[in-house]
């Protein structure tokens, strides 16, 4: 079993729609969960971060963590072409040494005019 | 600022030669990262560093080496190159103080192992 698992998708929205994109993960102990987004030939950039259980909005996006269902997702409301691209989910985990980063392997999502 | 910077961007390599990816950033951050990517694989830690004079393995750390020769460079070498080395590799930086987790990318360096 991946530690952070992800559907590849594509996940097709039409311009205006919710898109809604889901993560699971392995590992009770972790402590932080991410969002990137990673356009075609560049590297991840972060949208969101969420610590703590529920909700947090920022601008059209929105993340909800629930620790108990291992479940974190990421709500993109009004979604825009601009928005296509691949969104990985992180899940941070202390390793003793340092912070461990393990990512899922991305949702494709495609905005449709 | 220039944040995370990798040299190079794009590499040819014979198999069995050696070649070092370097990282730079001016972030005064403590902890960095190698990771590679490949297509339906996801983004795969190979390499970190806590902190300077500190390093450890990752996910798949088998036919590399780094060395983080100051605060601000991470380098990664492949002594030997393999074809299965061909890959996208992404160096990061981040601050372990509460935001730990919150990762700046380099734009990543193009690897072709013939």
């Known amino acids: 079993q991946k530690e952070v698992e992800q559907n590849s998708g594509p996940l097709s929205v039409p311009e205006g729609a919710i898109a809604s994109l889901n993560c699971t993960y392995s590992?009770?102990?972790?402590?932080?969960f991410f969002w990137y987004r990673q356009y075609s030939g560049k590297s991840p950039e972060l949208i969101m971060s969420i610590y703590s259980n529920g909700d947090k909005e920022d601008g059209r996006f929105t993340a909800q963590l629930n620790k108990a269902s291992q479940y974190v997702s990421l709500l993109i409301r009004d979604s825009q072409p601009s928005d296509s691209a691949t969104y990985l989910c992180a899940v941070n985990n202390w390793a003793g040494g340092g912070n461990k980063l393990t990512f899922g392997t991305g949702t494709q999502l495609k905005v449709e005019l | 600022n220039a944040g995370v910077t990798q040299t190079p961007k794009f590499q040819v390599l014979k198999t069995g030669q050696s070649m070092t990816l370097q990282c730079a950033q001016d972030m005064n951050h403590n902890s960095m990262y190698w990771y590679r990517q490949d297509p339906g694989m996801g983004l795969r830690l190979i390499y970190y560093?806590?902190?300077?004079?500190?390093?450890d393995k990752g996910e798949v750390p088998n036919g590399y080496n780094v060395s983080r020769l100051n605060k601000r460079e991470f380098s990664l070498r492949l002594e030997s190159a393999a074809p299965s080395q061909t890959s996208v590799y992404f160096c990061?930086?981040?601050?372990?103080?509460?935001?730990?987790?919150?990762?700046?990318f380099g734009e990543g360096s193009r690897l072709t192992v013939l």
């Open positions: 590992d009770r102990g972790s402590q932080s």
């Open positions: 560093s806590a902190s300077e004079g500190t390093t």
């Open positions: 990061a930086s981040t601050t372990d103080r509460g935001r730990a987790g919150e990762l700046f």
